[in-house]
């Protein structure tokens, strides 16, 4: 029997029946390839009692390595030398675990460490003000679809609306609303899926339930007065002190390029290239980098470098914009609330109305279907290779064509011009 490594892993192949491959160190630790080329680690004993049970020690993956296996198959040894029974006890633990702990410890694992921060922090408020409150309580083995059709109604009927405060001078109003109810149990059905992962959870029955499907965003800026109406109550608001810098200049540089809300709140030095004119997102930094892979490239019109060149400049992992008070990304939904309703934009609309808006002013001046899928990032253009090479030498061009009515808007008519960089001393 051979030592279960990377290689043998590898080298294992499929066949009409589940494969088993036993390792020559760890009596009772072995490899199972099943007919549909799925690998998992699994771990096969006694218990006290003369019972033979084989347990999963999880699907062979990046994060779940034949090393790692292998450790958690040391520790099940250790109990079973030691008269214990690694399945019972984990069996004993599912069943009296609450939905409120399996959250926290969704939110604690690896998985949930690879979204985004401002998706971190987005499904953490889901989960403390709308899913705790309604599921919490229950134990994880008994939840039913049923139980998440009540959860959905009472966060759709307003049931877990709160004012909370967060801190000295901060306050979180939850209202709760179909869209709010849609996002949780999304929220509950990821984290679900890594509980089955896990082996916490038989099966998922948020997964079954029908939540419908959000609403078409069509509410957007269409004509330039909007833009000028919008430029300028930021610029009344940041006059007035009612508004910070920081704020302003992040909501200037969303409407200037039609990038996410989180995109630029947790814009970091390390992602700008005002030489090349772009921002360069990493995979784990915007909304489709897990499905694909690939960075982000956010082209930047000159108005929009300008504004970014202007920021205090920290260090390469540090926020471009940075918050007055405390850490993390900035918060801008209340600010947004308020600049909206100043500024007398259409009712609804929300910073992803502005990514919209920049669409379609696009589209409205001639912009082909392509150009605008590279200007906002969309994961169809990962398909499309005979505009990749376009794409890449001409963003920053395309980002100028795109934000052209904007940025007059902005400017008042004056035409933007960049910042000069202060080059750092090279370190000795």
């Known amino acids: 029997m051979p030592k279960i490594t990377k290689r043998t892993v590898g080298a294992t192949k499929p066949a ?30 006694r218990t006290p009692e003369g019972r033979t ?46 939905v409120s702990a399996m959250l926290d410890l969704w939110c604690e694992s690896a998985r949930f460490k690879e979204r985004s921060e401002a998706t971190q922090a987005n499904d953490k408020g889901r989960v403390e003000r709308h899913l705790k409150p ?16 009540k959860a959905f109604a009472k966060i759709r009927d307003g049931k877990t609306a709160a004012n909370i405060k ?73 006059n007035e002190k009612r508004l910070g810098a920081a704020v302003a200049d992040a909501i200037r540089v969303i ?49 929009a470098q300008a504004i970014i060149a202007k920021q205090p400049k ?17 918060s801008l939904s209340k600010p947004w609330r308020e600049i909206r309703k100043e500024a007398h934009l259409p009712e609804g609309i929300g910073l992803h109305g502005l990514r919209h808006s920049l669409a379609s002013s696009m589209a409205m ?7 605008i899928m590279t200007a906002l990032g969309h994961r169809q253009l990962a398909t499309a290779q005979k505009y ?5 030498d001409g963003r920053a061009t395309l980002a100028e064509k795109a934000s052209a009515h904007i940025t007059g808007a902005l400017t008042g008519g004056q035409k933007a011009k960049v910042a000069p960089i202060k080059r750092r001393p090279r370190e000795q």
Not at 72 to 93: F, I, M, Q, Y
Not at 134 to 149: F, N, P, Q, S, W
Not at 365 to 371: L, Y
């Open 16 to 45: 009409d029946k589940s494969v088993f491959v036993w390792d020559d160190e760890i009596k009772g630790f072995g490899l199972q390839v099943f007919p549909t080329g799925v690998k998992s680690f699994v771990y096969q004993y």
């Open 53 to 98: 049970r084989r347990g999963s020690l999880g699907q062979y993956s990046d994060t779940n390595t034949a090393e790692q296996a292998r450790k958690k198959a040391k520790k099940w040894r250790r109990t079973v030398e030691d008269g214990g029974d690694p399945l019972g006890a984990k069996r004993a633990a599912r069943d009296s675990l609450t």
């Open 134 to 149: 309604t599921l919490g309580k229950i134990y994880l083995h008994k939840l039913t679809a049923e139980d998440v059709r």
């Open 166 to 238: 967060t801190g000295p001078r901060g306050r979180a109003i939850v209202r709760g609303g179909e869209g709010a109810a849609r996002m949780a149990i999304r929220v509950l059905r990821a984290a679900m899926n890594w509980a089955v992962s896990e082996g916490l959870a038989a099966d998922n029955p948020a997964q079954s339930v029908k939540i419908g499907s959000d609403r078409t965003r069509d509410v957007i800026l269409e004509r330039p007065e909007q833009y000028n109406s919008l430029f300028r109550t930021i610029d009344q608001m940041e």
């Open 255 to 303: 409407a200037l390029t039609g990038a996410r809300r989180g995109e630029i709140a947790g814009l970091r030095w390390c992602y700008v290239n005002l030489k090349n004119g772009v921002l360069t997102l990493p995979p784990s930094a915007h909304k489709t980098g897990k499905a694909t892979g690939k960075p982000r490239i956010i082209g930047l019109p000159a108005a």
């Open 314 to 330: 920290g260090k390469p992992d540090g926020y471009v914009f940075q918050p007055s008070k405390g850490e993390g990304p900035l």
């Open 365 to 371: 001046n001639g912009a082909q279907a392509a150009e």
């Open 388 to 392: 990749v090479h376009w794409a890449q």
